[in-house]
C-alpha cells in the first residue's frame, strides 16, 4: 500500500546531509586523535593503558597478575553483552522485514507524513535495512573486541624480564589492548548510529536533526583539552583529590599524568 503525503527529495538532500556532518566529524576527530591525542579522550586512554600495561609486566613477582584478568575480564562482559544484544536485534530486524509485518505496522500509522520524506514499501525496506546494517557493524566490531581482549588476557601476564627486548613487548602487547578497545569504540559509534537510522522511519527531517544534535553531544564526550595542562602549584587541589600528581611519559613522548581523567 502505498501512503500519500511524501516527499523523496527531501531524503535527497537531508539525509546525504546528515550523514556528511556524522562523517565530517568523526574524520576531524581522527585527525585530533592522531595530531593531539592529549586532547581526546580517545587519545588519553591510549596513553594510559600503555602505562597501565607497563605496570602490569614490570611486575615481576606476578601479584598483578589477578588485577589483569579482572579488568580485561570487565571488558570481555561488556563487549559480549554489546555483541549479543547487537545480533538479537539484528535477528528482530530481520525477521519483520522477512515477514513484512513493519510495512504493515508502518504504513497503518503512516509515520512518514508526520515529516515528510519518501514514502512506499521500497523506502521502507531501504531504512530497515540501513537499520540492520548497523546492528550487524557492532555485532562483528564487539566481536573483534573480544578478540583483541582474549590475547591481551595472556601476553600481559609474561613477566617484562622474560622478553629479549622489553620496550618492544611493552608496544606490542600494549597495541594489542588498544585495537581491542578501539574496536570496542567503533562498536558503540555503530549503536549511536543506529539512533538517526532509526528515526529515518519517521523521515528524513528527524533523521538530520539527530545527527546534528548527536555530533553536538559527542564532541562533549570526546573531547578534554585539560589533560596536558599544569595545576598551577601542584598543591593538590586539583578535581581527582589526590595530594599530588605523579607524571611519566606518555606515548607522545611528553610527561603526562599517571592517574586517570
Known sequence: MQRRGGSPQLDFVLVPLGLAVMLSYHLWLLHRIRRRPETTVIGINAINRRIWVRHIMEESSGKHAVLAVQTLRNTIMASTVLASVAITLSSLVAALMASGAAHGLLSSSSPSTLAGGAAGE?????????????????????????RYYSHTGLLVNVPLAAHRRPASAVGYVTGTLNRGFYFWSLGVRAYYFSCPVF?????????????????AALYFLDVYTEWDKDDGGGGGDGNNGHGGERKTTGASGRLVPLEGV
Open 122 to 146: 521500497a523506502a521502507l525496506e531501504l531504512k530497515f535495512f540501513a537499520i540492520l546494517v548497523c546492528f550487524l557493524v557492532a555485532f562483528l566490531l564487539n566481536v573483534q573486541s573480544i
Open 199 to 215: 528515526l529515518w522511519l519517521f523521515g528524513p527531517i528527524p533523521m538530520c536533526a539527530s545527527c546534528v544534535a548527536m555530533v
